[in-house]
């Protein structure tokens, strides 16, 4: 963890004036709301010149006019997430955090975000993509029982079910298209939870995640008081640093950058399981990052002011065509 030990901290100057993009019009919109005024407040505490922009259908508008010099992107799900919103800012010429258009609208993707990290040999469980022509009997005769049913371009595990019959298959795929047409199903595993942050090429210490209930959902995340989050995670360091560097490679594997977070699960021989990859993961007072930076000696406002760096020297496609004229 050599680069986090040595990060110098920039001068509030250099970042110019910051658009905080909040809040969105995806079914994350709360959560990013939440977020958003976190990492605008650690903005604004660390001297930045920020600006809190609810993000709307006029938002190429609304950052013209403002004269922004880069933006802090912390919206959550589609539109914000899928590289909509990263495409719009690379042709406006706005240096922005997180990942680029294709590392966002990949890992957004589950299914797609599936298909390359098997075709890179990396460990994921199989999948199937389910549609109203699909003959759901073989789905599960494909993946057996259980199996996890899901949007596949939500996050913050909205319209997941889990099925335990064949008979309910088709409830829980209605379920999941009612917030996305394409929907994935793949077996349930059960085992143990963990998170593995990224900061700008560097992996933060793992976070095991235990709910109170029987999967990690939406009321685990963002709402429980008795989910129980262990940073140290409890593996041994060994195991911690090859989860870790597995985490590195999928994330690599997706284009992602700046900074995200890969969901793993351990299955009951210990052999880790590839989730899924988070390119804007929640900044809340229960978000994962925050929790691992802090294991790692970074308090919040540094931790928004190390994703921030990132967009320094970030070269969108505006400039590089304009430098190419």
């Not at 008081?225 to 560097?245: D, F, H, I, K, V």
């Amino acid at each position: 963890m050599s680069k986090l030990r040595n990060y110098t901290q920039r001068s509030p100057q250099e970042y110019g004036k910051v658009a905080v993009l909040m809040g969105g019009l995806s079914a994350e919109r709360e959560v990013s709301l939440k977020s958003g005024k976190a990492v605008f407040d650690a903005l604004k505490k660390g001297g930045v010149d920020a600006h809190a922009v609810d993000v709307g259908r006029d938002i190429i508008q609304v950052l013209e006019r403002g004269r922004f010099d880069r933006a802090f992107n912390i919206l959550h799900g589609r539109g914000g997430e899928d590289g909509t919103i990263q495409g719009a800012l690379e042709l406006l010429g706005l240096p922005y955090t997180g990942s680029g258009v294709l590392g966002s609208a990949l890992s957004m993707d589950k299914i797609r975000t599936k298909q390359v990290w098997l075709a890179q040999g990396l460990p994921t469980l199989p999948f199937a993509a389910l549609t109203p022509a699909t003959d759901f009997a073989q789905v599960v005769k494909q993946l057996g029982l259980p199996m996890v049913v899901k949007p596949a371009r939500e996050g913050s595990s909205i319209g997941i079910s889990k099925v335990t019959r064949v008979e309910d298959l088709h409830k829980a795929y209605a379920a999941a298209a009612q917030h996305d047409p394409y929907v994935i199903a793949e077996p349930w595993l059960t085992g143990g939870e963990y998170t593995a942050s990224i900061l700008n090429g560097e992996s933060l210490p793992l976070v095991h995640m235990v709910p109170d209930r029987e999967f990690y959902d939406y009321e685990a995340k963002y709402i429980s008081n008795a989910t129980r989050y262990m940073c140290p995670c409890g593996l041994p360091e060994s195991q911690e640093r090859e989860l870790a560097a597995l985490a590195m490679r999928a994330f690599d594997a997706l284009d992602a950058s700046g900074w995200g977070r890969v969901d793993i699960m351990l299955d009951a021989k210990g052999k880790p399981w590839l989730l899924e990859n988070n390119t804007l993961p929640g900044m809340t007072d229960h978000s994962l990052v925050p929790m691992a930076a802090k294991a790692a000696g970074i308090s919040f406002e540094e931790l928004v002011l190390r994703i921030l760096d990132a967009s320094i020297g970030r070269v969108t496609l505006s400039a590089r065509a304009t430098r190419s004229k």
